[in-house]
């Protein structure tokens, strides 16, 4: 019985993985989504799945069964006045997710491949390796075919094994339990760095846009590597780190210079992070609107010289607005015509998000590389 159940349930995660694979283009610009998010699962509506539930046999209704007058209509309910409608509803269901999953279900639509960490990898974990047997220990741990085993010899040796009746019965000079080891596993870890441009021509829908995007980057990047540390940066004409809330939230009404979150990127790297121990991602969004030609120069200099040396990856996201020039995009892809490419493929990639239909493409953009 167990194990049909198992299967029965096993059956329906498959029916549900299928049908948020068909939707996973709307799921990623749903920014409700996020806002479910909890330590390892998210919560995802789908539509027309019913609960795997027992079904009983519809005795309502019928003569004798309730209250009610004589000549009044059987097995109906409310006053009967006004007109029927001739749409089908919508079979509404929430179903947990963990992150894997989810990230798993995104790399096979995305069509993404593994990402190879590199680096020596400093962090490790604790882990309990079973690696042998030992004749004491708890209930939980008995390893039954080496007990049987040490039952048979015994009575083969003491010439009580019956070939007619083979009756193997343990005692506990048999009894033989699985043991472990503490051992030390190397943990790939990463470092992502958001940058955001927080000046006034950056507006609700774009940030929200960028919500959206940082939300999948995290979870695909978290998918890859076991130790991830996010730091966020926005700026103006000047940059600071901040914390995760203030990131979404912050607007500024001054001007742009990009570059002084790019140098403020570069300083965090020197101060905490080596990059011969740490997988660097860093992501930069913006409306593409800059203060001068002299700052996209120095972004293109400090860009070539000191951040793409030492990171696996650069993405750039310009989202659209109403009020930026949207020109930055472009000043990256003249200076780096093939993404400082390496041995691994283009290590600068640029992309472009003008509503949320773009999120899927932009995401296959920064990680069909697989870096």
């Known amino acids: 019985m167990v194990n049909k159940i198992e299967q029965d349930h096993q059956r329906f995660r498959q029916i549900v993985r299928g049908k948020i694979r068909k939707d996973l283009r709307r799921f990623l610009s749903r ?9 390892k699962y998210v919560s995802i509506p789908v539509h027309d ?15 004798g069964m309730g209250e009610g007058e004589e000549g009044e209509a059987v097995g109906q309910q409310g ?29 096979e639509e995305l069509r993404l491949p593994r990402i190879k960490p590199r680096g020596e990898h400093r962090i490790t974990t604790i882990k309990d390796k079973y690696t042998g047997i030992r004749p004491i220990g708890p209930a939980s741990l008995r390893h039954f075919k080496r007990t049987y085993r040490e ?14 009746n083979p009756v193997i019965i343990p005692i506990k000079n048999d ?3 699985r043991s472990w080891n503490e051992v030390k596993k190397p ?30 980057i995290d979870t695909w990047l978290r998918r890859n590597y076991e130790g991830i540390e996010s730091r966020y940066i926005v700026h103006d004409v000047r940059a600071a780190e901040v914390d995760k809330k203030t990131f979404f939230s912050v607007r500024e009404d001054g001007g742009t210079r990009i570059s002084s ?9 020197e101060s905490h992070y080596d990059p011969a121990d740490w997988n660097i991602y860093l992501f930069h969004f913006s409306d593409g609107d800059n203060s001068s030609d002299a700052d996209n120069r120095l ?59 773009d999120l899927f493409e932009s995401l296959r953009t920064f990680f069909k590389a697989g870096r």
């Open 49 to 63: 799945i019913d609960i795997p539930t027992f079904r009983y046999g519809d005795n309502a209704g019928g003569v």
């Open 175 to 177: 009894l033989r339990f």
């Open 187 to 216: 943990q790939s870890n990463a470092l992502i760095v958001y940058m955001m441009d927080v000046s006034g021509s950056m507006g609700d829908e774009q940030k929200e846009l960028v919500r959206l995007e940082a939300f999948w």
């Open 261 to 269: 979150a790019f140098q403020c990127c570069k300083e965090l790297l």
């Open 31 to 39: 920014g409700e989504l996020l806002g479910r998010e909890g330590r």
């Open 79 to 107: 006053s009967g006045k006004g007109q029927g409608g001739d749409q089908e509803g919508q079979h509404l269901l929430e179903v947990d997710v963990t992150l894997e999953e989810l990230a798993d279900i995104l790399a």
């Open 299 to 357: 972004c293109v200099k400090i860009l070539d010289e000191l951040l793409l040396p030492v990171c696996n990856m650069f993405g750039y996201c310009q989202v659209t607005s109403a009020y930026g020039s949207g020109s930055f995009i472009n000043v990256l892809n003249e200076a780096f015509p093939h993404g400082a490419a390496d041995d691994a493929g283009p290590r600068l990639i640029t992309s472009k998000v003008n509503n949320r239909d």
């Open 151 to 164: 039952a048979l010899k015994r009575q083969v040796a003491m010439g009580q094994y019956d070939p007619e």
